[in-house]
């Protein structure tokens, strides 16, 4: 076993099963000698619900996702390169949408249906793995814990893919009145509010998915401290159970043995009281044989 075969095992299972598996390879690990690899199983963190879905979506809708991932390869090089955009904004929408809804159905197929909340996150996460590539390198290797935004700068002309249900707004035409000739011209500040914006809202999902993954590791780290309580009880009521065993099997030969010597003690008793009518009926024969002995000495 190495690490990423271990990651690999850990991060496929359901949650409810994480931190079992967890114990069971890093134990495995420490069979094996291999203390860091131990110490490094360890670490790894139990995913979310919407980052075990995203997990998913690499183990079993890898096409799929792949096709989503080429696709933001081919964003990220039309935004470096200043090139248009094309069909790449409706081909993403469209692929988003779709792994949104087969995430859903793997999950339910699993046991674990996923909430509004989470339906969200796993889309923020596929969004933001086609404008950042170390997301989506994260996305492709299917051992996310936590979902992931785009907390950095996106140009204007390169928003992220419009949630499905809700197709942006189309431009107004511009207008063809003319100004007034005493109207001060505006100022061009739309591309620097839209920055802003978005740095604004960045931050916002930023500092959101740092609360999450508090909480997260929050609950996980409750999660292992009542497992190991409940591992620590049954081990106590294990030990309680064999003492019991013990005390019960030496209470049965304790009886069995004041049986046997209430038994003994009978049957002596019984002994005692034949030797009791055997000593008087010797006695009373040896009385009469004296009185016998002494009538014929004086007769004689």
């Not at 039309?78 to 929408?93: I, M, N, T």
């Not at 038994?263 to 004296?290: D, I, Y």
């Amino acid at each position: 076993m190495d690490f990423s075969s271990a990651a690999d095992e850990l991060y496929g299972v359901r949650p409810a099963e994480f931190v079992a598996t967890r114990k069971r390879l890093v134990e495995d690990a420490k069979a094996a000698g291999d203390a860091p690899l131990a110490k490094r199983v360890g670490a790894l963190r139990r995913p979310t619900l919407s980052a075990w879905a995203v997990n998913l979506l690499a183990r079993s809708a890898a096409d799929e996702l792949g096709r989503l991932l080429d696709v933001g390869d081919e964003i990220r090089a039309a935004w470096g390169s200043g090139g248009g955009l094309g069909d790449l904004e409706q081909r993403r929408a469209r692929l988003v949408g779709s792994l949104v809804r087969t995430a859903g159905d793997l999950a339910a197929d699993a046991g674990n249906p996923l909430r509004e909340q989470a339906v969200r996150e796993v889309e923020d996460t596929l969004q933001a793995a086609t404008v950042d590539a170390g997301i989506a390198d994260e996305v492709r290797a299917g051992r996310l814990a936590q979902p992931r935004s785009h907390t950095g700068f996106v140009p204007a002309g390169f928003p992220l893919a419009p949630r499905e249900g809700k197709p942006p707004a189309e431009p107004e035409p511009a207008s063809e009145e003319k100004p007034p000739p005493d109207a001060k011209p505006k100022k061009k500040a739309a591309p620097e509010r839209a920055r802003s914006n978005v740095t604004r809202t960045s931050a916002a999902r930023a500092r959101r998915a740092e609360t999450l993954r508090r909480r997260a590791d929050e609950a996980d780290r409750k999660l292992t401290e009542r497992e190991e309580r409940a591992d620590a009880a049954k081990r106590e009521a294990a030990d309680a159970s064999a003492r019991v065993g013990r005390l019960r099997h030496e209470l049965e030969q304790a009886v069995a043995e004041r049986d046997a010597a209430d038994r003994r003690a009978e049957r002596a008793e019984e002994n005692r009281a034949r030797a009791e009518v055997a000593a008087r009926e010797a006695r009373e024969a040896a009385r009469e044989a004296r009185r016998a002995a002494d009538r014929d000495a004086r007769h004689g």
